[in-house]
């Protein structure tokens, strides 16, 4: 991690991929080993762990990335490399509140709708099926990060569709895409798109998906327009979803109104996209085997 941070110091890298021909230099890596290939043979070992600590510089807040593939030191990471550290471990990182907060994301039991608790992080303790579970938690929680980065690029139209996608990949409409709908950019009323529960549309779940930037949270006002969008098309259900968040007013009021209207915030719909595999898939399945004792009796 440290020569990393030192290659997007002094402007030699951009990329994680300009660093690769400097950590090969550094670390005298051969031809065979800068070739050799992860269980997924998707990347090389010297790809997986530069971008690794490329992943773990930024949640620590030493590397920013304005673009998509493009990465920059901060100001944090220039005053701790003023530091003269000899090397960087998760423990050094763990000294700087971003990542001590990304670590305890795996360390506090959570569960979605659509998922198991996320374990802790791996230790000397740990079964190997408890460390494949925290293995799971780790990658799961950078895919997260990497959905919600590409959630904020695209339009709002395609967000829309996305929301949609992800609603009939859950079971709602019958899980037929056809039972789903967006409404017209403009004179929507407030209303995104629209899930028929029956064939005859006589059952419907009306959605808003606001992407917004983290910063920008989803106040009560904006739940309050919903719900008068609901009133006007006489709908009872609803489901409201954003990149970001929902302010605590927002999530009091909801509690107070009579229609069913669930919240969905940035962290929770990534979840739900990584368990019905919407925008993801997957590259490389492991099989746990044990004894068939049935074989043998």
């Not at 400097?22 to 890596?29: C, G, P, V």
């Not at 998707?42 to 790809?47: G, K, N």
């Not at 423990?91 to 998922?115: C, K, Y």
Request: overall charge negative; glycine content about 6%; some cysteine.
């Amino acid at each position: 991690m440290l020569p990393v941070l030192k290659l997007f110091s002094n402007g030699a890298a951009k990329s994680v991929a300009d660093c690769l021909p400097h950590l090969r230099a550094e670390f005298s890596i051969s031809d065979e080993e800068a070739n050799q290939l992860i269980p997924s043979g998707r990347l090389t070992t010297l790809q997986s762990r530069a971008h690794w600590a490329r992943t773990y510089l930024s949640k620590a807040g030493l590397l920013r990335s304005p673009r998509r593939n493009v990465h920059e030191i901060t100001q944090l990471g220039h005053e701790f490399l003023a530091t003269n550290p000899d090397h960087i471990s998760n423990t050094i990182l763990s000294q700087f509140d971003d990542f001590a907060a990304w670590r305890a994301l795996s360390i506090t039991p959570r569960s979605t709708e659509a998922g198991s608790p996320i374990a802790p992080p791996i230790d000397d303790r740990q079964t190997p099926e408890d460390a494949i579970e925290a293995a799971t938690a780790i990658l799961n929680s950078t895919l997260s990060d990497d959905l919600l980065s590409l959630l904020l690029e695209v339009t709002p139209q395609r967000f829309e569709r996305i929301i949609l996608d992800l609603l009939s990949a859950m079971g709602y409409g019958g899980g037929r895409l056809d039972n789903a709908s967006m409404t017209p950019t403009a004179g929507d009323g407030g209303i995104d798109g629209i899930i028929n529960e029956d064939a005859l549309g006589l059952d419907a779940v009306y959605i808003q998906a606001k992407r917004y930037a983290p910063e920008n949270k989803v106040s009560r006002p904006d739940i309050q327009r919903f719900i008068g969008s609901l009133t006007g098309e006489g709908a009872t259900k609803g489901v409201f979803v954003t990149t970001s968040d929902f302010s605590r007013e927002a999530r009091d009021y909801i509690q107070r109104v009579q229609h069913r209207v669930v919240l969905i915030n940035g962290r929770k719909l990534t979840d739900l996209m990584i368990a019905y595999e919407v925008g993801v898939r997957a590259r490389q399945t492991y099989v746990l085997r044990s004894v068939d004792e049935d074989y043998f009796a």
